[in-house]
């Protein structure tokens, strides 16, 4: 077996999903991070940019961008004091670190800009950075509202800048191979997509430890509130911000925006879902939060149905399912499988039952009489399908970069641009629309709003 293939027990290990049990053997991707810089970086070529928000999105995308060719950190920006640090460590250089981003955007030496900042603020700083004339890599969900998010679009047009979104799945190779599987037809017509996200530690619940220097000396708070609503200094507010309907937009904004960004690129879908109904509720994490602690929401896409959870009371994991007329495709964690069904025409062999003899020895006849079984239909179908996994310590978030930068270069837009990122962020909106309204949320795309159904 060669180094880019595995065996049952080893996939078994990679990943517990349930079609991988089934599976005898399967292929290793390799990562894509080469392709996007197919040719070695010039010095003349190389991006510089920086990151504002450093905090913990920010830290992992200037981490990741040490394993990015041709890329160069020449700032970083935060409203906690103590972030400067922590950005500077991430990207092992000790670059300028300040609290005020306009101080980046005034730098002529500045290509673009990495935006990990709480979702509420994404809007305002990403208008900057368009019109100083940089581009952007903006971290999920691009927009807060859906007034931001249309906002956001004119911005990056009116100074034609180069976007991506930061759900890095859409450059996962384990996405690439289940998009090139989806394209090839294999699943016949898929009409239900189904995918769950779920996780149960305090931490995945954003119930995340307070720093003991946390203070207004520390944290510039009124740049937080930023236009929302005045409130006195609350540390709570500010490190659990994912918790709070002004700051963030609960599981649909943190993980929904993933799991609908990865079934838009795989099915090739860039349009709002037309529809969408809601239900959950806050079952454990009952204190200092506004949204719920689980939520399914049922999306109605013109070809398909969507049906997404995600609980923060259950540690099932990450999944993706495609369910087709010719066969199934599961997303798993860090693996993928494909799974035929024996479509072949076969005679009735239930309702007969209920016949007596002699019309179903005369039916059957008649019925192979009129399907004879060519050589194409006595070909055994595979069913052991096919599996794949991404490579140990795999990071999609090293291509998703590196495909930006290299955008940057060649200003070829990428897939998950401005348009796909507003997309995926109001499949978000829709969710929670109907939730807290306790109806179907109806995407109305003349007024480019949300309506009650
Ligand atoms: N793609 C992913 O997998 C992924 C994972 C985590 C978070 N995120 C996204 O990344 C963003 C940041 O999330 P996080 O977990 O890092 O949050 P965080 O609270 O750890 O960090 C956000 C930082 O932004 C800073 N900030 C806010 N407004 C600012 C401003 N005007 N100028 C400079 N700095 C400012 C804050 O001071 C804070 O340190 C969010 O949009 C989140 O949804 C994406």
Redesign the pocket.
């Known amino acids: 077996m060669g180094n880019n293939s595995f065996t049952r027990r080893q996939f078994i290990h990679i990943g517990s999903g349930a079609l991988a049990a089934t599976t005898v053997a399967g292929t290793i991707l390799r990562p894509h991070l080469l392709s996007a810089a197919a040719r070695p970086v010039a010095p003349s070529d190389t991006v510089r940019f920086a990151s504002?928000?450093?905090?913990?999105?920010?830290c992992?995308l200037l981490e990741a961008s040490t394993h990015v060719p041709g890329v160069e950190c020449v700032a970083v920006?935060?409203?906690?004091d103590s972030?400067h640090a922590a950005g500077q460590e991430a990207v092992k250089s000790n670059v300028p670190a300040s609290?005020d981003?306009r101080t980046i955007l005034d730098r002529k030496d500045v290509d673009a800009v990495i935006i990990?900042?709480?979702?509420h603020?994404?809007r305002h700083?990403f208008e900057d950075a368009c019109a100083a004339g940089k581009d952007v890599y903006c971290?999920?969900?691009m927009s807060h509202t859906v007034e931001d998010g249309f906002a956001m679009i004119a911005a990056a047009h009116k100074a034609n800048r180069i976007i991506q979104i930061?759900?890095?799945r859409v450059s996962s190779v384990l996405y690439a191979k289940a998009k090139e599987i989806y394209d090839s037809g294999k699943l016949g017509e898929v009409t239900a997509i189904e995918a769950y996200w779920d996780r149960n530690s305090p931490s995945g619940a954003w119930v995340y430890p307070i720093p003991p220097n946390a203070s207004e000396k520390t944290?510039d708070w009124n740049?937080?509130l930023?236009s929302g609503p005045k409130r006195p200094f609350d540390p709570v507010l500010?490190?659990r911000?994912?918790c709070f309907r002004d700051y963030?937009e609960g599981l649909a904004?943190?993980l929904f925006v993933?799991l609908i960004s990865g079934i838009n690129y795989i099915s090739g879908t860039n349009v709002v879902a037309q529809r969408a109904q809601s239900s959950g509720g806050l079952f454990h994490f009952k204190a200092g939060r506004e949204f719920p602690d689980l939520i399914e929401t049922i999306y109605d896409y013109p070809n398909f149905r969507v049906s997404l959870r995600c609980n923060l009371n259950n540690d099932g994991g990450e999944f993706i399912g495609f369910y087709g007329t010719k066969g199934t495709m599961i997303i798993k964690d860090s693996t993928l499988t494909y799974k035929p069904q024996d479509t072949r025409p076969e005679p009735e062999g239930y309702s007969i039952f209920g016949w007596p003899r002699e019309l179903r020895e005369q039916y059957l006849k008649q019925w192979h009489e009129e399907h004879p079984r060519t050589a194409a239909l006595a070909a055994k179908v595979d069913e052991e399908g096919e599996s794949y996994a991404a490579p140990p310590g795999y990071s999609d978030?090293v291509d998703h970069e590196a495909n930006f930068f290299n955008a940057v270069r060649t200003r070829k837009v990428v897939t998950e641009n401005e348009i796909f990122g507003n997309n995926a962020a109001i499949g978000c909106h829709l969710s929670n629309f109907a939730y807290f309204n306790k109806c179907i949320a109806v995407w109305d795309p003349a007024a480019m709003k949300i309506v009650k159904g």
Do not use: N
Request: charge should be negative.
């Open positions: 504002i928000g450093t905090g913990i999105r920010g992992e920006c935060d409203l906690y972030r609290g981003y990990a900042v709480m979702d603020q994404h700083i971290e999920k969900p930061g759900s890095q944290i740049a937080f930023g500010f490190f911000w994912r963030g904004g943190d993933h978030t």
